[in-house]
Structures are given as C-alpha cells and as structure tokens.
C-alpha cells in the first residue's frame, strides 16, 4: 500500500478491525502510518483505549455497525443479544432530544470524533442520518451513553469461521 500511495494509486491508506498490536506492528515496521482504522464501536463496545490509541497516533477511527447491525443475517446473531436501539438510556435520550434513537446513537459517536458509517437504503432514515450531526448531546448524555458498555460485539467474526481455513474468530481480535 505505501508502494501504490507513492506511485499515486492510492490517496490514504487505512486498516479495518485492528487492535493496538496490530497496529504498533505497522507503524514500527513502515514508513507511512494508516490514516484510519475501520472497526466495529458503539456505546455497547466503545473499544475506548484502541480510540485513545487511535487519536494519539492521528489515526482517524471509522465505527461500523454504529446502530448495532440489526439487520445482520439471523445466522450471525445470538440468543438473547442486546438491542442497542431499544436500550432504555438510549431511548430516553432520544425521546429528550425529540429525535430517533439511531440519531442519538450516531450522536454519541460523532461527539466522541469517530466517523461512522450507518448502512441505509431508506431516503427518510438516510436524512435522518445526515441529521444526526446536528444533534448536541449534553455532558450528561454522554456520560450516561458511555456507561452502557458491555464489550459486545455484534460482529463477533464467527460467521467466517469455516471447515477448511485456518481463521478462529476469538484469535482475529487480540
């Protein structure tokens, strides 16, 4: 990648679903230190020392599934895993701010500095993304929000667990 960034081919260079080791390797073993680190982060897996990490090193932290992957394929879920929308704080919040719980979702992590990268097909929910960014959410909100987590994961990589292949999910984390 730093090949094709100096060749002009590629702009920025990134890394997806990197913890604090992973990219302690790279930044010791390249010259061009990722621009942005794409991983799952929400109030329910906040991953605040790899954010903290991120912010030291100027490394730009993207969330996905910020709303918490609803609509993910049942395959991919677990009995009895949370719902982030439905959690009571986050509805409160919501109901104070006269706006969707997705919006505060989105809030919370746009007042924290992540980019984020809600999945939507529907022209009034991708409106009321865009909205999102408008929304001031309180010091109070805020703490309340960051006490929800729970270091659930809703992409929890065991979907690409296969006969075959040598990938276990719990080693792709740490």
């Known amino acids: 990648m730093q090949e094709a960034q100096r060749a002009g081919l590629a702009t ?17 073993d ?27 090193h100027r490394i730009n932290v993207t969330a996905y ?15 009895n895993e949370p719902i982030l ?14 706006c969707t719980p997705a919006q505060i979702l989105l809030a919370w992590a746009l007042t924290r ?3 984020v990268i809600p999945k939507s097909t529907n022209k009034e ?11 001031k959410l309180s010091q109070a909100d805020m703490a309340e ?9 809703f992409v929890n990589g065991e979907a690409w667990e296969m006969e075959g292949n040598n990938y276990v999910a719990e080693k792709f984390w740490d």
């Open 12 to 28: 920025h260079i990134g890394v997806s679903n990197f913890n604090i080791s992973k990219i302690k390797n790279i930044i010791n």
């Open 30 to 56: 390249c010259k061009i230190a990722p621009e942005l680190n794409q991983v799952e982060m929400h109030p329910f897996l906040p991953q605040q020392e790899l954010f903290d990490f991120c912010m030291t």
């Open 65 to 79: 599934s910020p709303l918490g992957s609803g609509d993910r394929p049942d395959r991919m879920k677990k009995d």
């Open 85 to 98: 929308m439905e959690h009571s704080i986050i509805k409160t919040i919501a109901e104070n701010h006269r």
């Open 113 to 115: 500095g992540t980019g």
């Open 125 to 135: 929910r991708i409106k009321q993304n865009y909205d999102a960014s408008l929304i």
């Open 145 to 153: 929000i960051d006490q929800l987590d729970y270091e659930f994961r």
